[in-house]
Structure formats: C-alpha cells, structure tokens
C-alpha cells in the first residue's frame, strides 16, 4: 500500500476536501487521518446526486462507505462542533459518521472559552484585524503551550473532575487577562464533553500505527502553507503547521517514514480569505464563491490571478511534492491571468522556523508588491507543472469526484 499526504500549497480552499473524497472512491481506504487544524477547516465536498457538507473535523471521505476518520494529536478538537457536525452529515445520508470515528486522547480541546477570548481579541484589533475564524483554535494552541501540563484535552473527557478543575483554571486566566467571557458556566459544559467521551473511540498514540498497516490512508490538510504559523506570512497566519511535517512526524513514529505520496493542492485562481497579502488580487475577475460567503471574522473571500510566485514558495517551505492537483479549471477563460514574477520580487525564499520577524519583514514586503501578469495560457496544467516544476497528477473541473480527471493514470499511486 501507498498512503497520500495531501496538503493545501496556496492560502487554503483550494479544494483539498473534493481531492480526498475523490481520492477516497476512487481507491478502497481505510482511514482519513487529519493532522493539523480544527473545526474551523471548511472543506467542501459535493456528491453527484447534489448531497453536500462542509467537512471541519471529520475526513473529507466520510460520505464513502467504510472510510474512516482518525483525528491525530496535532489536531484541535471542538466536541460541541463534532456534534453539530454530525448531526448534518446524519441529515445527508451518512449516520454512521461518530462509529467510524477514533480521536487521539493527547489532542487539545477547544472550548467555549477559547472561542470567546479569541473573539475579544480580534474585536479589539479592530482595523488590524488578522483574519480569524473566531472559534478559538488558535487560542487553545496558545494556551496548550503555556500551560502544557493544565491545557484542556480529549483524554480528560473521561475525567469528570479533571475536566472541570482545568476548564476552570482556564477560565478564570483568561477572564482575568480579557474580562467577563461570552461562554456558559463550566457545570454547563461538563454533560457535554461526558457525552462526547461515551460515543466516541478515544485512543492512545500507538493506535495510529495500527491503523496504517491495516490499508491505505490518507493525510488531509487543513488551511494552507501560505497561512503556516511559522512560515506564512505573519501575522495573517494560523496556529497550525500546515506543511506535511506533522504527517511525516506521524508516519516516522510509526515506522513508515517516506512511505506516503506528497500530494500538493492548487486553484487556477490564487484566493483568499480575510487580510493579508494577495499579490494577484483583482476585484474585477469574474468569479464567486457560494461556499466562501462573507462573514464577520474573515471578511471577504479575495480572488486574485495565478500567484507562481507564492506558490513556488509554498512548494519550497512544504519540501516540495510529488504532483499536484489543479482545481477550478471550469473557471479558466481569457479573464483569468498568470503572474511568473512580481514588478521587484522573482523568487520568495522560505528562512528558518520561528523568525517571525523575518516573516512580518516579508510580509510588509508583500503588501508593497505588484504582479507581472502574463496572459492566459492556451494548457493551464501544462503551464503551471512548467512554473512550479511539478507534473500535475489530477485535474477538477468541478465541485463532484467525477468532475476529476488523472492527468498521468499512474502517478496518483494505486493501493499496493
């Protein structure tokens, strides 16, 4: 067997849930192992038949029979969220999705407490606001590692006690710090997350291993390299290593280190969501986005031309790939341009991680930057494999698997 790694190389929604799912018919997989991120993911998949759901936590496969979900422990989980989650995907056709379901118990939690302060503090960056989903993800990392040994996790479900002296301490810090917190009491949360740890498999690290060698899986990202914590652009970035680094720490610790196929994720448009640099942005493209709506936390979602730039950055700072998936061809027309330079800029080069001045320096950069737009190409695949010196494995015409088409059969490996 052969596993996917598949990872977003722009600023996210580049259609890394129709891959997977596209991915997970057209190949018998065992599990969607997701590996960074939280419920704040939004990643959309579209049956044939006009069924959809927005898949946050649970894998973008879960509408496939069989395929299962293992939220590793670089993922932040929201019990509250799976829920709500669930009952949609209940609603849609598929109400087995919390019994294919395993959860890593080391994951941090993330609570209403975490969602409120990061709410509070976003409301007072006002016009500097940095683009958060609002639902508090960041806000648990950060808080997890403050306080490692006292940050709220999956395990301490089972845990009634334990639970509710850290989601205490947690609460009162912050209160502290932020003032009075839009969140319930914590006796009110406590049924909650008891109901949580009683439907759903709670597992230790080892079980991943396990899983691995029982059939093919598949790594689902979460966001975009372009939005990495220690690569992106600071400081409209997320929490989250959003290269293929936690999949590999994954796979090495179970002994399968370069076992799995790098799969790198790609729009014909460059888009973003919230602030922050989009070089190729264009307000007069011709495109929407129904399942990218404006919303008070992110702001607009942003359509710009084709960024080879930025994206030979991503490919540079995830490690390079071994193809990858262009998406949104139905969008390509005379309108639709591509930028190989900027007006000062040929080539971004990712530093070490952790200088984040070093990446607010590049980000000012940016922000100053103008695209050299060269006209459509005549063959976008052919054109963007050539920029990005990268074959392009698949192509998406459309929001359904059917709308996938492998460019060279072979490549996207088969189940061995």
């Not at 422990?73 to 829920?83: F, K, Q, S």
């Not at 006292?150 to 710090?177: F, G, I, Q, S």
């Not at 969008?331 to 591509?338: E, K, S, V, W």
């Amino acid at each position: 067997m052969r596993h996917v790694m598949v990872v977003d190389l722009g600023y996210g929604d580049a259609g890394k849930g129709t891959v997977v799912d596209w991915l997970c018919a057209s190949r018998p997989v065992h599990t969607v192992v997701r590996f960074n991120g939280g419920a704040q993911a939004a990643h959309n998949v579209v049956l044939r038949d006009g069924r959809h759901h927005t898949f946050a936590q649970f894998g973008a496969g879960t509408f496939r029979p069989g395929v299962r979900t293992h939220l590793s422990r670089h993922v932040v989980v929201d019990p509250l969220a799976l829920a709500a989650e669930a009952d949609h995907l209940t609603a849609v056709g598929v109400p087995d999705a919390l019994d294919r379901l395993t959860v890593d118990g080391e994951a941090l939690l993330a609570t209403p407490y975490h969602g409120a302060a990061n709410r509070a503090r976003e409301i007072a960056r006002g016009a500097d606001r940095h683009g958060s989903c609002g639902l508090g993800v960041g806000e648990a990392v950060a808080y997890g590692l403050a306080h490692p040994d006292e940050a709220p996790r999956v395990a301490d479900c089972a845990h009634p006690a334990v639970l509710r002296r850290r989601l205490t301490a947690l609460r009162d810090r912050l209160t502290a710090e932020l003032g009075p917190l839009d969140a319930p009491p914590v006796e009110d949360c406590l049924p909650a997350y008891a109901a949580f740890a009683d439907r759903v498999a709670i597992v230790d690290r080892a079980h991943l291993a396990g899983v691995l060698r029982a059939g093919t899986c598949v790594f689902e990202g979460a966001q975009g390299v372009l939005l990495d914590e220690w690569h992106g652009f600071h400081p409209y970035t997320t929490w989250s290593t959003t290269t293929f680094a936690n999949a590999e720490v994954l796979l090495a610790e179970a002994g399968l280190a370069g076992t799995a196929q790098r799969l790198g994720v790609l729009r014909v448009t460059t888009t973003r969501h919230g602030p922050g640099p989009l070089v190729t942005e264009d307000p007069a493209l011709p495109f929407a986005d129904p399942r990218n709506p404006t919303n008070p936390w992110q702001g607009r979602f942003r359509f710009g031309h084709f960024d080879a730039v930025a994206h030979r950055y991503a490919l540079a700072a995830a490690g390079g790939v071994d193809g990858l998936a262009l998406t949104h061809l139905d969008l390509t027309g005379p309108a639709l341009r591509i930028c190989r330079r900027y007006d000062t800029v040929d080539r971004l080069t990712p530093g070490p991680a952790g200088d984040l001045d070093r990446q607010a320096a590049l980000t000012a950069r940016l922000l100053r930057a103008r695209p050299v737009l060269d006209k459509a190409p005549t063959d976008w695949p052919a054109a963007v494999a050539a920029e990005l010196g990268t074959p392009v494995l698949l192509t998406s015409h459309g929001p359904t698997a059917e709308d996938k088409v492998p460019a060279l059969a072979a490549a996207v490996s088969a189940p061995r």
